[in-house]
C-alpha cells in the first residue's frame, strides 16, 4: 500500500547523513569545556566482600585532585540504574557507592581531577580494606542451600527474595501443560545455555555535566533514555527534576546498553560539589565488565504434538543469569517467554517459569532482543527436533502452527514486561509469505536433509521462525510537537531518541507525508529534556510504532489548523482542502502555499502560531515477523563452520524508510551472527574477566559476514502510522537457532551451548 504515499515508502536520505559523512556531529566526548574535571573509578578486585576501611587522604593531597567519592560521602539512596518507566519492575538494589561490592569492577571510589593522568593517579594511593566473602559465580551456585545472600542489605526494595538470591520471578500457566504432555503422540525437550556477551558500542559511556548560567544541572551524555535520567538522577542526587537538564547528542551505538543510568551520577555529584564541568568516558575494559551485559540464561523447552503436527502443549522454564544487580532481570526474562510463545499459538496448553538469579558477576541489563534472543534458541530446536521425530518439514510445522491474523494467544494478557501484559488480537502478518521466499531463496526443498559434500566439507541449511513486537502497551508512550515557520518549513521536536536506527529521519518522513512536504522542509530535533516533549526513549522496539503514531497525530493536528486558516483566504470549507507539494490546495485547484498560510497566522488576521503537540501510548504491540534461513558448510576434520548464505524475510507492515528498514534486519542479523558463533565474556575462578578487549573479544567485521539477503515483505498494520510496525531487534533472534539447526542438518549434533565455535563443533564430532 506504499504506492499511496509520497515520502513514507521511499528511501529517503537520512536527516543526518551529510553531517555524519562529513564528520560534524559533535558527541559527548567531543565537549571540552574551561575548567572541566576528569574522573576515573576504583573498581572492586574482589567478586564479594564487605568494605572494611577506606583512607583516601592521600589521594586528596595530590595536587590537581578536586574531590574523591565514596560511600561515606555520597547520597545512600537505593535505587535501579535500569531505565524503564516509573513505577520501574526492577529492585531498587544499587547506591552510588556501598560499603559491600558484588563483582570484580563494582565501584569503590572515585576521583575528579584536572586530568585523567592524575585522576588515575589518585586512584592508585586509595586504601582499601576489604573483607572478602565467598563468591557465587553460577546460578547452580547462587541456588544452592546455604549459598552466600548477595543482597543482604535492608535497605533494598523490589527483590523478590533476597535469601535464596532470587532478584525477580515471573510465572504463566494456561490449561493442563503436564497432562497434555503426558498423552501427546509425539513430545521433545532441548535445553539451550547462552553466554555472557556485552553490546561493544564503538562509543563506550561518556558523559559531561556542568551547570548552566541558572545554576541548573546540564548533562550531556550518551543515553537512549534522556527523560529516564532525567527522573533518576533527580531521586539520586536529591535534587528536583526541574533543576536538572539532559541532552543527548549524537551516539556511537547503543544496542540497549545505554537504556541504562550507569556513570551520569558520578559527573552529576562532582559537579554539584565542585561548581566546575566534569567528565567521564568509560575505558573498553570498564565498558566490557562494568555497564552492562547480555543476561546469560538456561532455558528448557518441552512441546507435546499431535500425529498431525498441532502442538498440544509448550512448556518454557527460564533461569536467568542477573548478575550483581537486578536491573531489568524481571523484565528480560518475562520477555523470554512473552515474546516467544504467542508464535505458537495452537497450542492450548503453555506454561513459562522465569528466575532472575543474582551472581557475583557483571550485571545483565537491556540487550537488543531483550530476552527473546534466549527464548528462541531452545523453541525453534526443539520445533526442528519435533518435525524430525513426526516425519515432518520442519517448514510445515511451523506452518501449521504459527500464528494468524485475527487469532490471538492467551500469553498475550498473561505474559507483560514484568506484570500482566494486554490482551491482542493479531492485525497484521506476512509471515507464511515471509517463510514461502526464504524457503525458495535458500533452496529448502532440494538441500534439507542431503548433507551434500566437497571433500571435508559438508553442507546443511537451517532455519527458524521469530515474532517480536512495537512498543510495550499500556507503558510506553510518546510525544511529538510540530510547527509551522513562515517560510513553510516545519519543526519537528521529538524526545524520541536516534541512536543510529535512523528514527529522526523516520519520524522526519512520517511528519512530511501528513503535511503534504518533502524530507528536506522538516528540521528535526530530538532528545533535550528542556525542548522536546516526553518519550520513555529508545528501547522495546518502540519508536518508528510508539514515537510515530504521536508524530503523526501531531501532524493530523497541524493539518487542520493551516486548513483553517487556508480556507479563510481562500474562501473554501476546510474539508475541500489537501495538502501536496508545500500547498493546500482546494477542490476546484485554487491553493495558497504553506508559507502564505504561516504568514497569514503569524501576521495576518486571528493572529497565532500553528503548532500542536500529541501523544500516543499504545494498547496492543503489533509483532512484527521474520523468516532466517541459512545454508552452512562444516570441515568435519577440524569443525571449522562458514555460512554459504543467509536469506532473511521480515514484515514490518509499511517500511516508512526501506533502505533504513534493511539496514535494520541486516545489522541485527549481523550483531546475532557474532552472538552465535564468537562472541563470549570469559571469567577466571576469581570471577575477573579475561578477555575485556577487541583483541580478545571478536565482534564480526565486514569481512566476517556471509552473503546476506534481506527481503521486506509488505503488510499494513492499521494501528501503525501509515501501516508500520518495528523492525530494528527481531533480526538478532534469528542466528543462534537458525545456525544450530544449520549445524545438525549438515553434521547430525545439537548444539546446546553458543558461541558454535569450530572447537565445538570438532569435539561434538569427536563425541557423537
Known amino acids: 500500500m506504499t504506492d499511496q504515499f509520497n515520502v513514507v515508502g521511499q528511501s529517503e536520505r537520512r536527516v543526518d547523513g551529510y553531517a555524519l559523512v562529513t564528520g560534524k556531529p559533535v558527541y559527548a566526548g567531543d565537549l571540552d569545556l574551561p575548567g572541566m574535571l576528569h574522573v576515573a573509578v576504583l573498581g572492586s578486585p574482589h567478586p564479594h566482600a564487605r568494605i572494611v576501611d577506606i583512607d583516601t587522604s592521600e589521594a586528596e593531597e595530590l595536587d590537581g585532585v578536586a574531590i574523591v567519592l565514596t560511600h561515606q560521602n555520597t547520597p545512600a539512596t537505593r535505587y535501579t540504574t535500569a531505565g524503564q518507566g516509573f513505577p520501574e519492575p526492577s529492585p531498587y538494589d544499587t547506591r552510588m557507592f556501598d560499603t559491600k561490592v558484588r563483582f570484580v569492577g563494582d565501584r569503590v571510589a572515585a576521583v575528579a581531577a584536572e586530568t585523567i593522568d592524575i585522576a588515575r593517579e589518585a586512584l592508585s594511593l586509595i586504601k582499601v580494606s576489604y573483607e572478602p566473602l565467598h563468591p557465587v559465580l553460577s546460578i547452580d551456585e547462587a541456588l544452592a542451600d546455604r549459598a552466600p545472600i548477595i543482597h543482604d542489605e535492608d535497605d533494598a526494595s523490589g527483590i523478590w527474595d533476597a535469601e535464596h538470591n532470587i532478584a525477580g520471578a515471573v510465572e504463566a500457566n494456561v490449561g493442563d501443560v503436564d497432562g497434555a504432555l503426558q498423552t501427546a503422540y509425539a513430545s521433545v525437550e532441548f535445553t539451550g545455555e547462552t553466554q555472557y556477551a556485552q553490546h561493544a558500542p564503538i562509543e563506550p559511556h561518556v558523559s559531561v555535566a556542568y551547570l548552566d548560567d541558572n545554576g541548573r544541572l546540564v548533562l550531556y551524555t550518551s543515553t537512549q533514555v534522556p527523560f529516564h535520567v532525567r527522573r533518576i538522577m533527580a531521586q539520586v542526587l536529591g535534587i528536583p527534576v526541574r533543576q536538572i537538564r539532559v541532552i543527548k547528542p549524537r551516539i556511537g551505538g547503543g544496542f540497549g546498553v545505554k537504556q541504562e543510568v550507569l556513570i551520569e551520577d558520578l559527573v552529576g555529584l562532582v559537579t554539584l560539589r565542585t561548581g566546575r564541568p566534569s567528565r567521564l568516558e568509560l575505558t573498553r575494559a570498564e565498558e566490557f565488565y562494568a555497564s552492562r551485559t547480555r543476561h546469560p540464561m538456561r532455558v528448557t523447552v518441552r512441546l507435546g504434538a499431535g500425529a498431525d503436527g498441532m502442538l498440544q502443549a509448550i512448556d518454557m522454564q527460564a533461569l536467568e543469569n542477573t548478575g550483581a544487580y537486578g536491573a531489568h532481570n524481571l523484565t528480560v526474562v518475562s520477555n523470554t517467554g512473552s515474546k516467544t510463545l504467542p508464535l505458537y499459538n495452537k497450542a492450548p496448553n503453555v506454561r513459562f517459569s522465569g528466575r532472575g538469579i543474582y551472581t557475583n558477576l557483571p550485571v545483565g541489563g537491556a540487550y537488543r532482543g531483550y530476552g527473546a534472543t534466549q527464548g528462541y534458541f531452545p523453541l525453534e530446536v526443539a520445533m526442528d527436533m519435533l518435525a524430525e521425530q513426526l516425519g515432518m518439514d520442519a517448514v510445515e510445522l511451523r506452518r501449521k502452527n504459527h500464528i494468524r491474523v485475527g487469532e490471538t494467544s492467551p500469553i498475550f494478557e498473561e505474559l507483560g514486561e514484568g506484570r500482566k501484559g494486554v490482551p491482542q488480537t493479531l492485525g497484521s502478518s506476512s509471515l507464511d509469505q515471509c517463510i514461502n521466499i526464504g524457503a525458495e531463496r535458500i533452496g529448502w526443498a532440494d538441500k534439507r536433509g542431503k548433507r551434500h559434500r566437497e571433500g571435508p566439507w559438508v553442507h546443511g541449511v537451517g532455519m527458524s521462525i521469530h515474532m517480536q513486537g512495537s512498543g ?297
Request: glycine content about 8%; proline content about 5%; aromatic content about 6%.
Open 472 to 768: 510495550i502497551p499500556a507503558i510506553d508512550m510518546a510525544a511529538a510537537t510540530i510547527k509551522l515557520n513562515d517560510d513553510g518549513s516545519i519543526n519537528l521536536l521529538i524526545g524520541a531518541t536516534d541512536l543510529g536506527t535512523g528514527s529522526d529521519t523516520v519520524l522526519g518522513q512520517i511528519a512530511a507525508e501528513v503535511l503534504g512536504v518533502g524530507l528536506s522542509e522538516v528540521i528535526v530535533l530530538s532528545s533535550d529534556t528542556d525542548v522536546t516533549p516526553f518519550d520513555t526513549g529508545a528501547y522495546a522496539s518502540s519508536t518508528t510504532y510508539v514515537s510515530g503514531n504521536a508524530v503523526r497525530r501531531a501532524a493530523e493536528a497541524v493539518k487542520n489548523q493551516i486548513f483553517d486558516v487556508a480556507s479563510a483566504m481562500l474562501k473554501t470549507d476546510p474539508e475541500s482542502l489537501h495538502l501536496e507539494d508545500g500547498r493546500a490546495i482546494a477542490d476546484d485547484g485554487r491553493s495558497v502555499t504553506l508559507s502564505e498560510v504561516a504568514l497569514r497566522s503569524l501576521y495576518g488576521a486571528d493572529q497565532f502560531q500553528i503548532g500542536a503537540t500529541a501523544s500516543f501510548v499504545g494498547d496492543v504491540s503489533p509483532p512484527p515477523f521474520l523468516a532466517s534461513f541459512a545454508e552452512v558448510r562444516i570441515d568435519v576434520e577440524t569443525g571449522k563452520l562458514e555460512i554459504v548464505n543467509y536469506v532473511a524475510a521480515a514484515d514490518c507492515g509499511t517500511a516508512i524508510n526501506p533502505r533504513l528498514a534493511e539496514g535494520q534486519v541486516e545489522g541485527a542479523i549481523a550483531n546475532g551472527i557474532g552472538y552465535a558463533l564468537m562472541e563470549e565474556m570469559r571469567f577466571d575462578k576469581y570471577g575477573r574477566m579475561r578477555n575485556p578487549d577487541f583483541g580478545r573479544y571478536k565482534i564480526p567485521a565486514s569481512t566476517d559476514m556471509p552473503p546476506l539477503e534481506v527481503i521486506l515483505v509488505d503488510s499494513y498494520e492499521e494501528t501503525g502510522p501509515m501501516g508500520a510496525k518495528s523492525i530494528a531487534e527481531i533480526g538478532i533472534n534469528a542466528p543462534i537457532p537458525t545456525l544450530a539447526n544449520a549445524i545438525y542438518d549438515a553434521i547430525g549434533v545439537r548444539l546446546t551451548h553458543p558461541p558454535f565455535t569450530s572447537e565445538k563443533i570438532w569435539r561434538a564430532l569427536q563425541n557423537s
